[in-house]
C-alpha cells in the first residue's frame, strides 16, 4: 500500500513536471468546445497580418520573403506549444530582423550566407534554453526601460532610412555591404533616379494603413495596402514601368534541412548570436507581462525562455530565422479574444495553408509596398511608449 502510494506520487510528479514545460497539455486538458471559435476567429486574423509584417521583415533581415513566412510558420506554432504566455506570438520582428542583418553582413553575397543564418537561428535558440534551465528570468527585470526605448527607436529610424531606397526604387550596386547612412547618402544624391510608379505605390500602401488604423484598429491594413496596388499592377502593367515585383515563391511548407555546423562560422556568429537572444528575451517577457497584467495569467519567465529557444531551435531546420515576441501580432491576438494557446498555433496552420494554395499570388506583391509597410512599422518603433506599452 505505502509503495503504491509513492509510486502514485511519484506520477503525480512527473504529470506535473511535463504539463511545466509543454503547457500545451494543459490547456487540452481544459480545453472547451466554445474556445474554438474564438481561437480560430483570432488566428484568422493574426495570420492576415503576419504574412505581409514577415515578409517585411524578411527583407529588413536582408533575406528572401520566404523565409519571413517560413519562420511565422514554425516559430509560431512551437512557441504556441512550449512557451508560458497563453497569447504571446512569436515569428519574425523589426528589431531582431535589423540585428539579424548586421550580424550576417559579413556573408552576404557569399555561397553561404542562407546556411550561416539557419546556424544563427539554432545558436539563438540554444542560448536562450540555457538563459531558461538556469533560470535568468529574474536578470532580465535588470534591463533598463529607457535603454528598451532607445533601442527600439534607434532601430526604426535605421530600418525606415534603410528602406527608401526600395521605396524610391533606386538601385544600389553592391548595397549588402554598405551601412544604412551611405545608402541614405547614395539615396539622397540620386533623388533623379525615383520612380514615380513606386513611389506611388508605396504612398498608397501606406496611406491605407494609416486609414485602417484611424477606421478600425482590427482592420488588416498591412494585407489590405498590398492587394490594392497589385490591383494597379495588374491593370496598368506597371511592372514594365520599372516597378520591381518580389518574385516567385514557392508553394511549400517549410523543407527540412540539416543545421550545418562550422566552429569557425560559430565562433564568429557567437557575439551576434547573444545580442539576438537577450533582446529577444527583453521582447518576449515584456509582452508577455503587459498581456498578463490585463488577463490575469501568472507567467513563468523561465518556460517562456525555454518556450522561445525550443521555437528557434526547431525553427533553424525549417530555413527560418531568428524570431521572438511580436509586439504587434501578441496585443492583436489578445485584443482579438484569443481564449488559449491554441489561436496562436492555429494561425501558423492558417500562414501555411495560404502559402500552400495562394503563393503564386505573392509574386505580384510590389517591393515599394513592403517598403511602405516597413516604414509605417519604423514610424511606430520611434513612438516607443505607445509601442512598448501594447495594451
Not at 550576417?104 to 555561397?111: E, L, R, V
Not at 511549400?252 to 555546423?261: A, D, H, I, K, T
Not at 560559430?266 to 490585463?294: C, P, W, Y
Not at 528557434?312 to 484569443?338: E, H, K, P
Amino acid at each position: 500500500m505505502f509503495q503504491e502510494e509513492i509510486e502514485k506520487a511519484h506520477l503525480e510528479g512527473t504529470m506535473r513536471m511535463v504539463r511545466k514545460y509543454i503547457p500545451l497539455i494543459g490547456t487540452i486538458r481544459n480545453y472547451k468546445k466554445e474556445y474554438f471559435y474564438k481561437d480560430l476567429m483570432t488566428a484568422m486574423t493574426v495570420a492576415v497580418v503576419a504574412i505581409p509584417q514577415s515578409m517585411a521583415y524578411a527583407l529588413i533581415a536582408g533575406v528572401n520573403p520566404i523565409y519571413g513566412l517560413y519562420t511565422a510558420i514554425v516559430s509560431t506554432i512551437i512557441s504556441s506549444v512550449f512557451g508560458s504566455s497563453d497569447h504571446v506570438i512569436a515569428g519574425p520582428t523589426n528589431a531582431i530582423a535589423l540585428l539579424i542583418a548586421s550580424t550576417m553582413s559579413i556573408y552576404m553575397g557569399q555561397d553561404n550566407v542562407y546556411q550561416m543564418l539557419f546556424l544563427l537561428t539554432f545558436m539563438v535558440g540554444i542560448l536562450r534554453i540555457l538563459f531558461g534551465l538556469i533560470k535568468l528570468g529574474k536578470v532580465i527585470n535588470f534591463v533598463s526601460y529607457s535603454v528598451l526605448i532607445g533601442y527600439t527607436a534607434g532601430a526604426g529610424v535605421l530600418i525606415g532610412l534603410g528602406q527608401l531606397s526600395t521605396l524610391l526604387s533606386i538601385s544600389i550596386k553592391d548595397s549588402s555591404h554598405m551601412s544604412t547612412m551611405a545608402k541614405f547618402y547614395y539615396v539622397m544624391t540620386h533623388l533623379s533616379q525615383v520612380n514615380l510608379y513606386a513611389l506611388g505605390l508605396g504612398v498608397m500602401t501606406m496611406a491605407i494603413i494609416i486609414i485602417c488604423n484611424k477606421v478600425n484598429k482590427k482592420l488588416p491594413g498591412a494585407l489590405i495596402g498590398i492587394v490594392i496596388p497589385i490591383m494597379f499592377i495588374v491593370l496598368f502593367s506597371l511592372e514594365q514601368k520599372g516597378v520591381k515585383l518580389t518574385g516567385f515563391i514557392p508553394s511549400s511548407l517549410p523543407p527540412f534541412m540539416m543545421v550545418q555546423f562550422d566552429w569557425v562560422a560559430m565562433q564568429d556568429l557567437f557575439g551576434g548570436a547573444i545580442a539576438i537572444a537577450i533582446l529577444g528575451l527583453v521582447e518576449a517577457t515584456a509582452i508577455a507581462k503587459s498581456i498578463a497584467a490585463t488577463s490575469g495569467q501568472k507567467i513563468d519567465v523561465n518556460q517562456e525562455f525555454i518556450g522561445q529557444g525550443l521555437a528557434n531551435v526547431g525553427a533553424s531546420f525549417f530555413q527560418c530565422f531568428a524570431g521572438s515576441g511580436s509586439f504587434t501580432r501578441s496585443a492583436l491576438n489578445y485584443q482579438s479574444g484569443a481564449a488559449t494557446r491554441i489561436a496562436g498555433i492555429l494561425s501558423g496552420v492558417i500562414v501555411a495553408l495560404i502559402l500552400l494554395f495562394f503563393a503564386p499570388y505573392a509574386q505580384y506583391i510590389p517591393n515599394p509596398c513592403l517598403a511602405g509597410v516597413i516604414l509605417v512599422i519604423a514610424y511606430n518603433m520611434i513612438k516607443t511608449r505607445r509601442n512598448l506599452k501594447i495594451l
